[in-house]
């Protein structure tokens, strides 16, 4: 004789004690919380984001020749692609001096991604390039390159991923270099950046 299948119940709750048992000290009783009435003539606190005061408005003041351009990862992998020489077709997009810039965490997302890249590893170690020292902790260049372009508004950001170009936009005052018809682009950048200052 076979075993008697049972059918599985549904939506089954576990036994909870009760909180008027016995066996609960009044430690454990979960007291009720006692909310205020707020006061509507009561001031009110409100945390705002300190407004920068190299920013004239949208103008960055801090932004001007010689310039220095924050580079990601892809941006040196997708000028390989496009067969531009990363610091000559920079000066041709802006008419001016450009320092391009590499943090240890991008130079670092170059090494991992082992030898198929190392071409842009050597683009990337280039004596023309400035290195930035990173605090942080981890690999993941997004994030430091957010973090640094928040505290320093003098970096112009060269990249071509979508995700970090959404959340380098939602911060005023921060141009972006990206690559579009085989020559770079620069997005947001007013057109008295480049003028003479008399």
């Given at each position: 004789m076979g075993k008697q299948k049972k059918t599985k119940k549904f939506a089954t709750m576990k036994r909870m004690i009760s909180l008027k048992d016995a066996r609960l000290?009044?430690?454990?009783?979960?007291?009720?919380?006692?909310?205020?009435?707020?006061?509507?003539?009561?001031?009110?606190?409100?945390?705002?984001?300190?407004?920068?005061?190299?920013?004239?408005?949208?103008?960055?003041?801090?932004?001007?020749?010689?310039?220095?351009?924050?580079?990601?990862?892809?941006?040196?992998?997708?000028?390989?692609?496009?067969?531009?020489?990363?610091?000559?077709?920079?000066?041709?997009?802006?008419?001016?001096?450009?320092?391009?810039?590499?943090?240890?965490?991008?130079?670092?997302?170059?090494?991992?991604?082992?030898?198929?890249?190392?071409?842009?590893?050597?683009?990337?170690?280039?004596?023309?390039?400035?290195?930035?020292?990173?605090?942080?902790?981890?690999?993941?260049?997004?994030?430091?390159?957010?973090?640094?372009?928040?505290?320093?508004?003098?970096?112009?950001?060269?990249?071509?991923?979508?995700?970090?170009?959404?959340?380098?936009?939602?911060?005023?005052?921060?141009?972006?270099?990206?690559?579009?018809?085989?020559?770079?682009?620069?997005?947001?950048?007013?057109?008295?950046?480049?003028?003479?200052?008399?």
């Amino acid at each position: 004789m076979g075993k008697q299948k049972k059918t599985k119940k549904f939506a089954t709750m576990k036994r909870m004690i009760s909180l008027k048992d016995a066996r609960l000290k009044d430690k454990d009783k979960s007291k009720k919380e006692v909310r205020k009435k707020e006061d509507p003539s009561e001031m009110k606190e409100k945390e705002v984001p300190k407004y920068p005061s190299c920013l004239f408005f949208q103008y960055n003041t801090q932004l001007g020749p010689p310039y220095h351009i924050l580079v990601d990862t892809n941006f040196i992998n997708f000028s390989i692609k496009a067969k531009l020489d990363v610091v000559q077709s920079m000066m041709d997009c802006l008419y001016a001096k450009c320092i391009p810039c590499i943090t240890d965490c991008v130079l670092a997302e170059l090494e991992k991604l082992g030898m198929k890249y190392r071409v842009a590893l050597r683009i990337a170690k280039d004596p023309r390039f400035e290195r930035l020292p990173c605090a942080h902790k981890g690999t993941y260049a997004d994030d430091c390159l957010v973090q640094r372009v928040t505290q320093h508004k003098c970096y112009i950001v060269a990249t071509v991923d979508k995700d970090l170009k959404r959340r380098i936009r939602k911060i005023p005052g921060v141009p972006i270099m990206y690559i579009s018809n085989h020559k770079y682009n620069i997005e947001r950048m007013p057109d008295d950046y480049g003028a003479p200052r008399y």
